[in-house]
């Protein structure tokens, strides 16, 4: 908590992170500002790992968009002392939804297919959930979080821990992985 404690940032998409010059711009834009410490996604909204894992686990189940190399870019964050912090956004996960025919995705209670929340109109929401009473969806977040630890990230920031919310449907929402009188806190506090 005291390395954490008082610091200053600023939150930047990674795309800003892998092109060396516009990092060493915002990088440059920190120091005049005096801050010190820097949010990027290494899962995205979409569910894209944003760097190489070397997890089997991840290589097997993620899906990887424009990557960051992680040690130069903590090397260079480092030699200017910058605080690493990795984002990565939990439960709602559009690529772990897909995953394995939607093996881990919330699911419709009536057809049993991946479910989607639905707008008035019936379009669906630009959002999709995995199950967050599923152990192998938090194995899966937690192996992201020791990955960026282990390659020099200070602190994980952990995104979007909670259930789906939106949607006309939302009561035909069902979470397979449930155990029996599990309760969505139950379910989030165990995560």
Request: hydrophobic share 40%.
């Amino acid at each position: 908590m005291a390395m954490a404690a008082g610091r200053e940032g600023l939150y930047l998409q990674t795309g800003f992170m892998i092109d060396r010059e516009k990092r060493a711009f915002y990088f440059d834009l920190m120091a005049r500002k005096k801050l010190d410490h820097v949010v990027v996604d290494l899962k995205d909204d979409y569910g894209k790992l944003r760097f190489s894992p070397r997890s089997g686990l991840l290589q097997r189940m993620g899906s990887i968009g424009n990557v960051l190399d992680l040690e130069e870019f903590a090397a260079d964050a480092k030699s200017r002392g910058i605080y690493l912090v990795a984002r990565v956004v939990v439960f709602k996960d559009e690529a772990l939804h897909g995953w394995n025919k939607g093996a881990l995705a919330v699911k419709d209670r009536t057809t049993k297919a991946p479910w989607r929340g639905l707008a008035q109109g019936g379009q669906p929401i630009g959002e999709h959930w995995v199950d967050p009473f599923s152990e192998d969806v938090w194995a899966y977040n937690v192996e992201i979080a020791r990955e960026a630890a282990e390659r020099g990230f200070d602190e994980i920031q952990f995104d979007y821990i909670r259930f789906p919310t939106d949607g006309t449907n939302l009561q035909d929402a069902f979470y397979p992985a449930r155990a029996p009188g599990m309760s969505q806190d139950d379910a989030l506090e165990s995560f």
